[in-house]
């Protein structure tokens, strides 16, 4: 205890530059809990969209993941009803399992021929069950606040009625009947157009059929597109999308390919007559920390099913979730190291400074019969009470300015994300990272204090009482 006090009184001898010392390292504290913090907040929003979109863990056909991309239909999952009724009801995954739904991948053309428009756009299509992908939208185990109205609620007895990509509702010229904001109207091509050598008048009939046809309609308020796609046969089929809303995708390849519909209405274009299949079975689970659990039970069911399934969690099919956390970990040590090198040097200087004011009263204490090692231990403790007085502050600093951002109303758009969010910075709670990052700069302040301490033990006795 005489220690302590002889080292707290020590550093109070130079309150300035003790002051300055353990503001570098209250510093040092902020900056990586802050972005400690702010790291967390992005993973947890990553997280939530990317299970709100493919859930924790999806089972397709062997070889689907590697090369389904190319013809979805070739790996459709025969009698999914039942793997999916086996999944729902397994005693292991029932308590564990939020959703538990089939999806179906394609590929095709999309067509809007009404009125003066005649775009066309290949489309990645994906079907789903309108309910259940409410659903699971729903899940927030993290209590993100994310943006709202970025994709429609669709209803199960609709299965003509879906969404499209902002921007292939822009190519496709469905600026205006879905009020897509940023859309200007494209330039008038009809110059460059060729010729067509049957007059308009000959498709007059055929044009006034189809409008009194979708006046008769009860979606006649949606815009129709035509989706052209072949069936798992290679035959060709077309089916009719009334189009609710334009969703953003964020990421500017997704927003100009995507087309979510209803399952029997994407069945219907990939198996027409044929016996429907999915190309995907999703399970949503109530928490992540499950998901290793649930991975197991999962691949010990379907490994009894007839068609030979694999299961994928949702990093795996996320690869720019993978990407966006290894580059926020690499930013986050990088920025850690920067912390501990500045309080590093900054308690090196500190303690050097002190040795060299206090040579003589080394002198004085060591002709008393203190001995190397308590010299030692007295500059040490100065170092880590300098470190643990300095990271208290931060902690505090970092409190305060989490709960002023939090409240600032400030918004960004985050990674693949297509509307902007509230900033915030998840540091409540987080006991670990803030005891960690305390206990660290400590280390590092007591560890910086050990080179001038161990130079003040080695003074000799003579030399040092004939400092002046």
Not at 214 to 222: I, P
Not at 446 to 456: D, E, G, Q, S
Request: proline share 6%; hydrophobic share 45%; glycine share 10%.
């Amino acid at each position: 205890m005489m220690l302590f006090k002889i080292a707290y009184r020590n550093i109070l001898r130079n309150r300035r530059r003790s002051a300055m010392t353990a503001l570098a390292v209250a510093v040092g504290t902020l900056a990586v809990l802050l972005f400690g913090g702010f790291q967390r907040n992005v993973f947890a929003g990553l997280e939530t969209g990317a299970v709100q979109r493919s859930g924790h863990l999806t089972a397709f056909r062997e070889g689907y993941f590697l090369y389904g991309a190319g013809n979805p239909s070739a790996y459709g999952i025969d009698d999914y009803q039942n793997i999916v009724q086996l999944i729902k009801n397994d005693a292991v995954l029932q308590p564990l399992v939020s959703v538990v739904t089939p999806t179906l991948s394609l590929v095709g053309i999309a067509g809007n021929y009404s009125g003066q428009s005649s775009a066309a756009k290949t489309f990645l299509g994906i079907g789903f069950i309108p309910s259940d992908r409410a659903r699971m939208r729903q899940w927030n185990e993290h209590h993100i606040t994310l943006a709202t109205g970025a994709e429609p609620v669709l209803k199960d007895d609709e299965p003509s009625v879906g969404f499209v990509g902002v921007g292939l509702g822009r190519i496709l010229g469905l600026c205006g009947p879905l009020k897509i904001p940023n859309c200007p109207f494209p330039p008038d091509l009809a110059s460059e157009r060729p010729p067509i050598d049957a007059p308009a008048e000959d498709f007059k009939d055929l044009q006034e059929r189809d409008v009194a046809k979708a006046a008769a309609d009860s979606h006649a308020g949606m815009p129709r597109l035509d989706l052209l796609g072949a069936t798992a046969a290679g035959a060709p089929n077309v089916v009719g999308l009334y189009v609710a809303s334009a969703a953003p995708q964020g990421v500017r390849e997704l927003d100009e390919n995507v087309i979510g519909m209803p399952l029997p209405l994407a069945q219907q274009l990939v198996y027409g007559r044929q016996k429907p299949k999915v190309t995907g079975i999703t399970v949503q689970l109530r928490r992540t920390e499950d998901l290793e659990k649930g991975r197991a039970r999962l691949k010990a069911l379907v490994q009894d099913s007839r068609v030979k399934l694999e299961v994928h969690d949702f990093a795996e099919l996320n690869p720019f979730y993978v990407q966006v956390k290894s580059f926020f970990g690499a930013m986050f040590l990088f920025i850690a190291a920067i912390m501990g090198v500045i309080v590093l040097f900054t308690i090196v200087n500190t303690m050097t400074m002190a040795v060299l004011e206090r040579t003589a009263e080394i002198g004085t204490s060591r002709a008393l019969g203190v001995k190397r090692g308590g010299v030692r231990r007295q500059f040490l403790l100065e170092g880590a009470l300098l470190g643990a007085f300095g990271a208290i502050i931060g902690v505090a600093v970092a409190a305060l300015a989490t709960f002023a951002i939090n409240h600032a109303g400030l918004e960004w758009t985050p990674p693949a994300n297509a509307q902007p969010t509230p900033f915030r910075v998840e540091l409540w709670g987080r006991t670990a990272l803030i005891g960690l990052t305390w206990i660290a700069l400590t280390v590092i302040a007591t560890l910086a204090a050990w080179f001038p301490a161990n130079r003040a033990a080695k003074l000799q006795i003579v030399d040092a009482l004939r400092h002046v």
